[in-house]
């Protein structure tokens, strides 16, 4: 027994870990001198010191000795249980986080131990061929008393090692183990007791006769699925839930789970989503081409939600309440699909906008196929299975060019689409040039785009370039003075320079 006392408080902790852990949270301890401690140990004084200002205790033992006596006194407070090591289940939470607390205590061994310690410890190591870390020792002491370290032992459903207190807790109840009172009252006071994943552990807390009346696997699953379907047992309600599932496989998975409720009418069928609450304005189509063309995409999209639901149910992907209420879905957005896509491209046709309808009907077979479907059905143009040049032809001829037309059309599009490429260039080389400093003879320091644009306002409109060790250096040249300008290849000056001198040439 540890005694601590203060001239605000007094403290009595089973554990010297417990100390350690007061030392580093306790604020209003920490203005006090060393000297306004007085701690014992069964009695015996405990000498208070600090390290780097923090507190900490010193003492007389090896490191191994001191390891020794931090699990000991651990395992006598906490883990010993009729002669037997207890599990964590059976520890309060704050214990278990404090025996967790011994794997972190060598962050700074200087609190621990006395530079003359350390360095005997760590020249014994040496001598040893081994690291000197402290928690190692302390592992040691742990597994060598309890059967595990930090990591916890295993968890008694998956097999795996696991530290977390909640997890242990968690299948202890699902497994109706007999969790200490204290244990169960420390978690129900706590906001979100089970979280991460065991959100399923929850009600196994405020219903006791949850505890063990299904699998924990199957119970996870029922969990899940209720939690889901917003639906709280009670203790009047849960029997019905537990006995409908009962008789289901142990590897019962939500969906055979959720599918089981539904078929016992303990599941409601999913409300449809907030958007089928108010009316949708489809809009008027434009001509016939667009209201076929509606009529196509909304069958198509119909009829694939009507096949994704009913095979997903059928392959067990998905849930029969969610399966209905996707076909519920499937077919309400029938007839809420607007006219907003088939009246652009009708109006396209009208207007005979050709780049707007190459961009949709000049594209392989497999790419807007519903689309080239209406045009051959309402304008009796065949757009698929033909040769690509022979596609683009029929496009234009659609909007009412010749191959003359076409030619000069696709011309005039190719200068288009240059000129935009430059001005993009040079946009981009702008900006890149705006970001590099230059200093001009009178001193003040522009921008690499106002530094450019000035020297080629100024008559420096020549790019000449020349060796300069192993790299190349570039200028601006005024043609009739022979006199350069700086530029640089790295900064963005220089292919700045081209795109302006390139655009000067095309004007």
């Given at each position: 027994?540890?005694?601590?006392?203060?001239?605000?408080a007094?403290?009595?902790?089973?554990t010297?870990?417990?100390?350690?852990?007061?030392f580093r949270?306790?604020?209003?301890?920490?203005?006090?001198?060393?000297?306004?401690?007085?701690?014992?140990?069964?009695?015996d004084?405990?000498?208070?010191?600090?390290?780097n200002?923090?507190?900490?205790?010193?003492?007389?033992?090896?490191?191994?000795?001191f390891?020794a006596?931090?699990?000991?006194?651990?395992?006598?407070?906490?883990?010993?249980?009729?002669?037997?090591?207890?599990?964590?289940?059976?520890?309060?939470?704050?214990?278990?986080?404090?025996?967790?607390?011994?794997?972190?205590?060598?962050r700074d061994v200087?609190?621990?131990?006395s530079?003359?310690?350390?360095?005997v410890?760590?020249?014994?190591?040496?001598?040893?061929?081994?690291?000197?870390r402290?928690?190692?020792?302390?592992?040691?002491a742990?597994?060598?008393?309890?059967g595990?370290?930090?990591?916890?032992?295993?968890?008694?459903?998956?097999?795996?090692?696991?530290?977390?207190?909640?997890?242990?807790?968690?299948?202890?109840l699902?497994?109706?183990?007999?969790?200490?009172?204290?244990?169960v009252?420390?978690?129900?006071?706590m906001?979100?007791?089970?979280?991460y994943?065991?959100?399923?552990?929850?009600?196994?807390?405020?219903?006791p006769?949850?505890?063990?009346?299904?699998?924990?696997?199957k119970?996870?699953?029922?969990?899940?699925v209720?939690?889901?379907?917003k639906?709280?047992?009670?203790?009047?309600?849960?029997?019905?839930?537990i006995?409908?599932?009962r008789?289901?496989?142990?590897?019962?998975?939500?969906?055979?789970?959720?599918?089981?409720l539904?078929?016992?009418?303990?599941?409601?069928?999913?409300a449809?989503?907030?958007?089928?609450?108010?009316?949708v304005d489809?809009?008027?189509p434009?001509?016939?081409?667009?209201?076929?063309?509606?009529?196509?995409?909304?069958?198509?999209?119909?009829?694939?939600?009507?096949?994704?639901?009913e095979?997903?149910?059928?392959?067990?992907?998905?849930?029969?309440?969610?399966?209905?209420l996707?076909?519920q879905?499937?077919?309400?957005?029938?007839?809420?699909?607007?006219?907003?896509?088939?009246?652009r491209?009708?109006?396209?046709?009208?207007?005979?906008?050709v780049r707007?309808?190459?961009?949709?009907?000049?594209?392989?077979d497999?790419?807007?196929?519903?689309?080239?479907?209406?045009?051959?059905?309402?304008?009796?143009?065949?757009?698929?299975?033909?040769?690509p040049a022979?596609?683009?032809?029929?496009?234009?001829?659609?909007?009412?060019?010749?191959?003359?037309?076409q030619?000069?059309?696709?011309?005039?599009?190719?200068?288009?689409?240059?000129?935009?490429?430059r001005?993009?260039?040079?946009q981009?080389?702008?900006?890149?040039?705006?970001?590099?400093?230059y200093?001009?003879?009178?001193?003040?320091?522009v921008?690499?785009?106002?530094?450019?644009?000035?020297?080629?306002a100024?008559?420096?409109?020549?790019?000449?370039?020349w060796?300069?060790?192993?790299?190349?250096?570039?200028a601006?040249?005024?043609?009739?003075?022979?006199e350069?300008?700086?530029?640089?290849?790295?900064d963005?000056?220089?292919?700045?320079?081209?795109?302006?001198?390139?655009?000067?040439?095309?004007?």
């Amino acid at each position: 027994m540890y005694i601590l006392t203060t001239p605000i408080a007094q403290y009595a902790f089973q554990t010297l870990i417990e100390v350690f852990q007061l030392f580093r949270t306790e604020a209003t301890l920490q203005p006090l001198a060393t000297s306004d401690f007085r701690l014992t140990r069964n009695g015996d004084p405990v000498t208070v010191t600090r390290f780097n200002g923090a507190l900490t205790v010193r003492h007389g033992l090896t490191a191994r000795d001191f390891a020794a006596l931090l699990v000991d006194e651990v395992t006598r407070a906490w883990f010993m249980l009729d002669g037997a090591v207890a599990a964590p289940w059976q520890l309060r939470r704050k214990h278990w986080e404090s025996f967790q607390a011994l794997s972190a205590l060598d962050r700074d061994v200087g609190m621990l131990f006395s530079s003359a310690q350390l360095e005997v410890e760590k020249a014994a190591t040496r001598n040893r061929g081994e690291y000197f870390r402290f928690s190692d020792l302390i592992r040691a002491a742990s597994v060598e008393r309890l059967g595990f370290g930090f990591e916890g032992p295993r968890e008694p459903i998956t097999g795996y090692v696991n530290g977390r207190h909640e997890v242990h807790v968690a299948y202890a109840l699902a497994l109706d183990r007999p969790v200490p009172d204290a244990v169960v009252a420390d978690y129900l006071a706590m906001d979100q007791p089970f979280r991460y994943g065991l959100e399923w552990a929850a009600p196994l807390l405020e219903l006791p006769a949850l505890r063990g009346a299904l699998p924990p696997r199957k119970w996870s699953a029922l969990a899940q699925v209720l939690r889901h379907a917003k639906v709280s047992l009670t203790s009047e309600s849960a029997d019905a839930y537990i006995a409908a599932v009962r008789a289901l496989p142990e590897a019962a998975d939500t969906i055979a789970i959720d599918n089981r409720l539904f078929a016992a009418g303990l599941l409601q069928a999913w409300a449809l989503p907030e958007r089928f609450m108010s009316a949708v304005d489809v809009g008027t189509p434009v001509s016939g081409l667009a209201a076929r063309l509606r009529e196509l995409a909304a069958d198509s999209r119909r009829a694939e939600d009507l096949t994704r639901a009913e095979d997903g149910c059928a392959k067990g992907l998905i849930s029969t309440r969610l399966s209905v209420l996707q076909r519920q879905m499937a077919l309400l957005d029938h007839g809420r699909s607007t006219y907003e896509w088939p009246n652009r491209v009708a109006t396209a046709v009208n207007e005979r906008d050709v780049r707007y309808l190459l961009s949709v009907l000049d594209t392989p077979d497999t790419r807007n196929s519903l689309t080239k479907q209406a045009v051959r059905e309402v304008l009796g143009l065949k757009l698929r299975g033909l040769k690509p040049a022979d596609r683009r032809r029929a496009v234009f001829a659609l909007c009412g060019f010749d191959e003359a037309s076409q030619t000069a059309w696709e011309a005039d599009e190719a200068a288009r689409r240059e000129a935009a490429r430059r001005a993009d260039d040079a946009q981009r080389a702008r900006e890149a040039a705006e970001g590099a400093k230059y200093r001009r003879a009178d001193g003040s320091v522009v921008s690499g785009a106002t530094h450019v644009d000035e020297s080629i306002a100024a008559g420096f409109v020549e790019i000449r370039d020349w060796r300069k060790g192993a790299a190349r250096a570039y200028a601006l040249v005024n043609p009739l003075s022979s006199e350069g300008r700086a530029l640089r290849a790295k900064d963005g000056t220089l292919a700045y320079a081209r795109t302006v001198l390139d655009a000067r040439l095309a004007a």
